[in-house]
């Protein structure tokens, strides 16, 4: 071998070294860092994702934004997404992403042990997609001047002719109502669910506008009577310290529907590991501490929540003061499933 040979054979040696020790560098980096795709951001958040880091190790890098905003970087981003995990809020939004393949199918016996199966994705043959990790309420809220609260203690009354001009939504394409109709179509059928969304189209004060926060402040101005929000937005106002808002909350109740058929709908916050997560194992156990206790008060609180799992327990007056209820018992996967024929029964029906 001429000097020259040995030379190179050496620099050869010590470069592939070099990008040996770089690569382990580069793993390690990597198994300490958990890129979250994020669709809630609250105060709490920042405890939560700190006590992570402190528990592990593992640094999280997030990326927050709302949820269309995320499923379309999602989309752009493709098979090259850095992103570990993905939380979306609402089961349509959640069994879109998963009918989009931006999930990749999880085993936890953790999960599965703290979540019950109603608010989670189905099983598949490589575990489950995405679970459920706080829950929320569709729940009435009336003006007490105008109406009897006795018409509209079901979603069914409120597309009776005695709520004519009455009733204010969002709008009927937004995952929250998508999701309500869906649970409807589970529970009644297509057929009464037209009929149920036809009803409502002639019962609307206004045309949908605005999100559920409007729709409550349109029920205290008197503009509708009646309204359909979700719960943590009603707790928001009521744990107000404003005086604007303390006025809004004066002139309306609330009503948890369908007491005694089949409970009020629920939906929930949730999320799974990202299809191609750089590191998936970092994930599951980001997922495995959202279901812990510590974690799950702070989600819950964070928005106003209930957590989903249900040994555990927040200290929140606004939904103390909500009250006892009866919960549907329907499973968000089925709702998410029956979002399509949702919005082609509203779309034939004309709610906008
Ligand atoms: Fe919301």
Redesign the pocket.
């Known amino acids: 071998m001429t000097f020259s040979s040995w030379i190179t054979k050496i620099v050869n040696l010590a470069m592939s070294i070099c990008i040996a020790l770089s690569n382990v560098g580069y793993a390690a980096q990597q198994n300490k860092e958990l890129n979250l795709y994020s669709a809630r951001h609250y105060q709490t958040d920042e405890a939560l994702y700190a006590n992570f880091t402190k528990l592990t190790g593992i640094k999280i890098n997030r990326i927050e934004a709302d949820d269309n905003a995320l499923l379309e970087r999602l989309n752009s981003e493709g098979s090259r997404s850095p992103a570990d995990v993905i939380l979306l809020?609402?089961a349509a939004r959640l069994w879109r992403a998963q009918t989009n393949n931006y999930f990749k199918s999880i085993q936890s016996k953790y999960l599965n042990e703290r979540i019950q199966a109603n608010f989670r994705a189905d099983a598949d043959v490589d575990g489950i997609a995405w679970y459920g990790f706080s829950t929320?309420a569709r729940i009435m809220v009336y003006n007490k001047a105008m109406i009897d609260p006795k018409n509209i203690n079901t979603y069914e009354k409120l597309a009776d002719l005695v709520n004519k001009g009455k009733v204010c939504t969002r709008s009927g394409s937004h995952p929250?109502m998508l999701s309500l109709v869906g649970a409807l179509i589970e529970r009644v059928g297509l057929e009464a669910t037209e009929q149920w969304a036809r009803g409502m189209v002639l019962n609307m004060a206004r045309d949908p506008k605005g999100?559920?926060t409007d729709q409550i402040r349109a029920v205290a101005s008197g503009e509708c009577s009646v309204a359909i929000t979700?719960s943590?937005?009603l707790a928001r106002l009521m744990r107000s310290g404003k005086p604007e808002d303390i006025e809004v909350v004066r002139k309306i109740g609330h009503v948890w529907p369908n007491q005694n058929s089949g409970g009020v709908h629920m939906n929930i916050s949730g999320g799974g590991v990202a299809k191609n997560a750089p590191n998936p194992k970092a994930a599951v156990q980001f997922l495995e501490y959202l279901a812990s206790d510590a974690a799950q008060i702070y989600l819950a609180d964070g928005?106003n929540e209930w957590p989903v799992v249900t040994s555990v327990k927040v200290n929140n007056p606004a939904l103390e003061a909500l009250g006892p209820h009866q919960v549907e018992k329907i499973s968000v996967a089925a709702i998410g499933r029956n979002q399509m024929a949702a919005q082609r029964i509203l779309d034939k029906v004309g709610y906008k």
């Open positions: 809020v609402d929320r929250y999100g559920d979700n943590y937005y928005n």
